[in-house]
């Protein structure tokens, strides 16, 4: 007890650790309604999908926990896809053996009003109207994603669920076969490139610590895989909203302090695989990027923007700092008054202006985007792959070293900040915005 008294005199003010703790409660007992059994939440899919043999699962399964992915598979993607492969992506749901899962259904329903109807104009169904809810809000989160996005986002995802639900059956093409599993991203590969997809279009992509564990992953595989180049982006409307900000709960007093120290370990681990990365790196920002998503950008080769994104590092609300080496790529990159203005006063850069800054190679008419972008990189991918990868690691080795001890540093910094009040205040006052909703 003196332990935990102690540790909180020296990091948590108590009162704001109880008022913590009370939200926490009240906001686990509001969730406890959508962890609900689930038979109630098949049948309106299947009305949509078709009659299939799904097992009944729960609608949104807690996935915030370290777990390394059960199964993953590589798959093929239609880049731009058609009304006809819409249309025999259609029906190969209705042919999918397996169950989905909610979530996924849910992710398909989204898509597929999206392309069909368009942005979701419907009224927002009331509060005990669990599964219209769920299903209006998947839609309603997609923003204004063009229909041809939501097409091939749609034509993306049954294309991996039907390879990874065939496997069982077929033997597949060397290039075809399942490799692992994530359950936050897509990762698909086509034409030399590997696509890694964040995939909670429904959280705006906030990153959770499976997250960064399956990303990590997956950018392992990219590295070694046969492709050319490799592509993060986002499903939905956003490309990432940051740290999933639930990462700070669910957490004990006497915890915090080890919490914090692996939260620094993981993100130096992530942020380190940007820096070392050693083939070409893409973002296809989609749409608004948040904090974490924004500073690894200048770890990347090229960003490519919609003119629908913007870019907000906010961490100073938050009682954060910069990461992603940002607090040394930033002022390099756009001078030290810019810097300040996004990193200290967390100002938000429009995608021309961010285009305008460096941090930006190129920005696309969100109407076109998609097309451009897989255009270009496509033709890329064909260029040779070693002089690419060669000529990246000789731009990239020249800071290296300053990049790895600047994470290093940012990641200890984070830690202490982690434990102060100003950090618990903002968070609480993130997740009271919600429970108050
Ligand atoms: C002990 C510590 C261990 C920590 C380990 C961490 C290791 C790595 C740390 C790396 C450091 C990174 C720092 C950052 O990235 S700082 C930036 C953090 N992000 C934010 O502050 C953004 C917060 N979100 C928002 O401001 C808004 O959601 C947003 C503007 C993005 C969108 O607003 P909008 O009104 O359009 O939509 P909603 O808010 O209704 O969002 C829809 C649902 O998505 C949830 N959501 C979105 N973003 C986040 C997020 N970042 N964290 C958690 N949840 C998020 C939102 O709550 C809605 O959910 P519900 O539908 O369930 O209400």
Redesign the pocket.
């Known amino acids: 007890m003196a332990g935990v008294t102690g540790r909180l005199v020296r990091g948590w003010c108590p009162r704001a650790v109880r008022r913590l703790s009370l939200l926490l409660t009240s906001i686990l007992q509001c969730l406890s309604f959508t962890f609900l059994p689930v038979a109630k939440f098949t049948q309106p899919f299947r009305n949509h999908f078709g009659n299939h043999c799904w097992e009944r699962r729960n609608l949104f399964c807690p996935s915030s926990s370290l777990q390394v992915p059960a199964q993953l598979h590589m798959s093929k993607t239609a880049m731009g896809a058609s009304q006809k492969d819409f249309e025999s992506a259609m029906n190969q749901v209705k042919l999918l053996e397996k169950d989905p899962g909610n979530e996924v259904k849910l992710k398909l329903y989204a898509l597929y009003k999206q392309a069909t109807e368009g942005p979701c104009s419907t009224p927002k169904p009331g509060v005990f109207d669990l599964i219209n809810k769920a299903k209006w ?1 998947a839609w309603n ?1 997609l ?1 204004n994603l063009p229909k041809e996005t939501a097409r091939q986002n749609y034509v993306d995802l049954v294309s991996g669920l039907s390879s990874s639900s065939d496997s069982s059956s077929q033997v597949k093409p060397e290039a075809d076969r399942e490799q692992a599993g994530y359950e936050t991203l897509v990762m698909t590969s086509e034409d030399g490139i590997t696509k890694i997809m964040l995939n909670r279009p ?6 959770t ?1 499976q997250m ?1 564990q399956e990303i990590m992953l997956a950018l392992e595989a990219a590295s070694k895989d046969d492709s050319t180049i490799t592509v993060l982006t986002g499903n939905g ?2 490309f990432s ?8 709960t669910h ?1 004990s007093p006497d915890e ?1 302090e080890e ?2 120290r ?3 370990i ?2 130096r681990d ?1 942020v380190g695989c940007f820096i070392d990365f050693p083939k070409p790196l893409v973002a296809a920002v989609n749409g ?1 990027a ?6 690894i950008l200048r770890l990347f080769d090229l960003v490519y923007a919609s003119d629908r994104a913007t870019f ?4 100073s ?2 009682g ?1 700092t910069p ?2 080496c940002s607090s040394y790529t930033f002022p390099k990159l756009m001078g030290p008054g810019k810097a300040a203005e996004m990193l200290i006063f967390g100002k938000k850069l429009t995608a021309a202006e961010a285009c305008a800054q460096g941090l930006v190679t190129e920005v696309f008419p969100d109407s076109t985007f998609q097309k451009e972008v897989w255009t270009r990189l496509k033709a890329y991918s064909k260029l040779p792959r070693n002089a690419l990868r060669i000529s990246k690691q000789m731009i990239r080795n020249h800071e290296k070293e300053k990049l790895h001890a600047t994470n290093a540093e940012e990641s200890r910094i ?1 830690q202490e900040r ?2 102060s009040d100003e950090c618990m205040n903002a968070i609480m006052n ?1 997740l009271s ?2 429970a108050k ?1």
């Open positions: 809000d989160a923003g429904t959280k705006m992509n906030a990153l610590t960064y409307s956003y909203s940051g740290n999933d900000l639930t990462n700070f957490i915090i919490k914090a692996r939260g620094a993981l993100l992530f608004p948040v904090g974490i998503s924004v500073t907000h590092t906010p961490f609300h938050l954060q990461e992603g984070l982690w434990l993130f915005r919600k909703m």
